[in-house]
């Protein structure tokens, strides 16, 4: 039977800095509100947090949002957690970045992070619902670029942008943006996306049509291309699993949002516990047993030779804080009980 | 190498003991795990002490190795084959 190793603590993390961000992107997970009208956390909270993944010697600390970059005091974050030792990436909407925000950037060893950009500038822009988002996005993009900071594209999956995957990445080739990769993604039953899931949601076959464009950009332009969650690899061609990245969730990966609370992923909602109340030692050793014992899964994935870790938890709709992926539970008849806070 | 050789692993890294073992975070490479011996290795390939030196400290610090040179050997192959040097 398949089984998830217990660390004692995640390896990376991304650490929400700050619920806040200032597009609206008409899926984002992050929260059913407007982010704009949420408030920032303090920054002795944000330090707190910091000293806490320090005390757990967890490696590499990824600054998340809502948006890092409209944090008031991101430079402060930043350069507390460089002097905790941390490896640190940011994960950024890439408007606010510009050459002076990444000369910072790597004064403080940043030497890679990923930014958002979700199709040619008209779907990007009808996405994000900001006018000039696109321009603001790639502007940073090439800002990191140029000062040697290397870039991951992410590109949330659509109903209207999955067939532009190509055509991002060639318009981004022609105009000299040098990315060092792109990772598209699940989209999720969350936050906005949840409301109307079934007129937004993809289908199995949409996302098996991504494949062949993944394949066409490592091919013809030369960029790595990836499915950047996980994915039943039951349900794909052989010849494309090397195309899925997975997840790790639960074992090296956790995510710690703005008050504390951990999570196994970034995306479903819920809490093992709160590191400013409980080590994030004791909580990831001694809370997630039966998450990592997978008995939640179907037993054809329990004992499957060829383990994906089940697909994507956060596919599936109202899954709590992890579920078989949604296409497992259609295709193998898995059911689930809702996981709910600690 | 030879034993002269003074081995640097060409990216910033940490080491941690984790709950069965070390790891090793190697920045924009990945992680590797390793016994208590081979992280005693590992964290000595900054650029500053030769194989021989890093195979005598191993001597010293874990007397009960049988064979420090080989140690420090496997954990170089394992280096090299992840590109790290």
């Given at each position: 039977?398949?089984?998830?190793?217990?660390?004692?603590?995640?390896?990376?993390?991304?650490?929400?800095?700050s619920?806040?961000?200032?597009?609206?992107?008409?899926?984002?997970?992050?929260?059913?509100?407007?982010?704009?009208?949420?408030?920032?956390?303090?920054?002795?909270?944000?330090?707190?947090?910091?000293?806490?993944l320090?005390?757990?010697?967890?490696?590499?600390?990824?600054?998340?949002?809502?948006?890092?970059?409209?944090?008031?005091?991101w430079?402060?974050?930043?350069?507390?957690?460089d002097?905790?030792?941390?490896?640190?990436?940011?994960?950024?909407?890439?408007?606010?970045?510009n050459?002076?925000?990444?000369?910072?950037?790597?004064?403080?060893?940043?030497?890679?992070?990923?930014i958002s950009l979700?199709?040619?500038?008209?779907?990007?822009?009808?996405?994000?619902?900001?006018?000039?988002?696109f321009?603001?996005?790639?502007?940073?993009?090439?800002?990191?670029?140029?000062?040697g900071?290397?870039?991951?594209?992410?590109?949330?999956l659509?109903?209207?942008?999955?067939?532009?995957?190509?055509?991002?990445?060639?318009?981004?080739?022609?105009n000299?943006?040098?990315?060092?990769?792109?990772?598209?993604g699940?989209?999720?039953?969350?936050?906005?996306?949840?409301?109307?899931?079934?007129?937004?949601?993809?289908?199995?076959?949409?996302?098996?049509?991504?494949?062949?464009q993944l394949?066409?950009?490592?091919?013809?332009?030369?960029?790595?291309?990836?499915?950047?969650?996980?994915f039943?690899?039951?349900?794909?061609?052989?010849?494309?699993h090397?195309?899925?990245?997975?997840?790790?969730?639960?074992?090296?990966?956790?995510?710690?949002?703005?008050?504390?609370?951990?999570?196994?992923?970034?995306?479903?909602?819920?809490?093992?516990?709160?590191?400013?109340?409980?080590?994030?030692?004791?909580?990831?050793?001694?809370?997630?047993?039966?998450?990592?014992?997978?008995?939640?899964?179907?037993?054809?994935?329990?004992e499957?030779?060829?383990?994906?870790?089940?697909?994507?938890s956060a596919?599936?709709?109202?899954g709590?804080?992890y579920?078989?992926?949604e296409f497992?539970?259609?295709?193998?008849?898995?059911?689930h009980?809702?996981?709910?806070?600690? | 190498?030879?034993?002269?050789?003074?081995?640097?692993?060409?990216c910033?890294?940490?080491?941690?003991q984790d709950?069965?073992?070390f790891?090793?975070?190697?920045?924009?490479?990945?992680?590797?795990?390793?016994?208590?011996?081979?992280?005693?290795?590992?964290?000595?390939m900054?650029?500053?002490?030769?194989?021989?030196e890093?195979e005598?400290?191993?001597?010293?610090?874990?007397?009960?190795?049988?064979?420090?040179?080989?140690?420090?050997?496997?954990?170089?192959?394992?280096?090299?084959?992840?590109?790290?040097?």
């Amino acid at each position: 039977m398949n089984e998830l190793v217990s660390l004692k603590s995640p390896i990376s993390v991304n650490f929400e800095v700050s619920p806040v961000c200032d597009l609206a992107c008409e899926f984002c997970f992050n929260t059913e509100m407007e982010c704009k009208k949420l408030s920032h956390s303090p920054l002795k909270r944000a330090m707190s947090i910091l000293d806490k993944l320090a005390e757990a010697e967890v490696f590499e600390v990824r600054l998340f949002g809502g948006e890092f970059f409209v944090y008031p005091h991101w430079r402060e974050v930043l350069e507390y957690a460089d002097k905790l030792d941390f490896f640190l990436s940011f994960v950024s909407n890439g408007t606010h970045i510009n050459t002076e925000v990444a000369k910072e950037l790597l004064a403080h060893r940043v030497i890679g992070g990923a930014i958002s950009l979700h199709g040619t500038k008209e779907i990007h822009e009808s996405i994000t619902k900001i006018a000039g988002s696109f321009d603001a996005a790639v502007n940073g993009i090439r800002a990191c670029v140029e000062n040697g900071i290397g870039i991951s594209i992410l590109y949330t999956l659509t109903k209207n942008n999955r067939q532009s995957v190509f055509d991002i990445c060639r318009w981004l080739k022609k105009n000299g943006v040098e990315i060092d990769e792109i990772n598209v993604g699940r989209l999720t039953p969350y936050g906005r996306a949840k409301s109307d899931w079934e007129q937004v949601k993809l289908s199995l076959h949409d996302y098996l049509s991504i494949f062949p464009q993944l394949e066409k950009i490592r091919n013809e332009l030369g960029i790595l291309a990836s499915f950047g969650d996980a994915f039943p690899l039951c349900l794909l061609p052989t010849r494309y699993h090397d195309y899925v990245i997975g997840c790790w969730q639960g074992t090296g990966f956790g995510h710690i949002d703005h008050l504390g609370n951990v999570r196994s992923c970034s995306i479903a909602k819920g809490s093992y516990g709160n590191i400013l109340e409980t080590p994030l030692t004791e909580i990831w050793t001694e809370r997630l047993v039966h998450f990592r014992s997978l008995k939640w899964l179907p037993e054809k994935c329990q004992e499957c030779d060829n383990f994906c870790g089940g697909g994507c938890s956060a596919s599936c709709y109202d899954g709590g804080m992890y579920a078989p992926d949604e296409f497992i539970q259609q295709s193998k008849g898995g059911s689930h009980e809702q996981q709910v806070c600690a | 190498m030879n034993n002269k050789s003074v081995p640097k692993i060409n990216c910033r890294f940490k080491i941690r003991q984790d709950l069965d073992g070390f790891l090793g975070f190697f920045q924009g490479k990945g992680v590797l795990t390793f016994n208590e011996v081979g992280a005693f290795i590992v964290k000595q390939m900054t650029g500053e002490k030769s194989l021989r030196e890093i195979e005598q400290s191993v001597r010293d610090t874990f007397p009960g190795v049988d064979n420090p040179e080989n140690e420090v050997l496997c954990i170089i192959e394992q280096l090299r084959e992840a590109g790290f040097f």
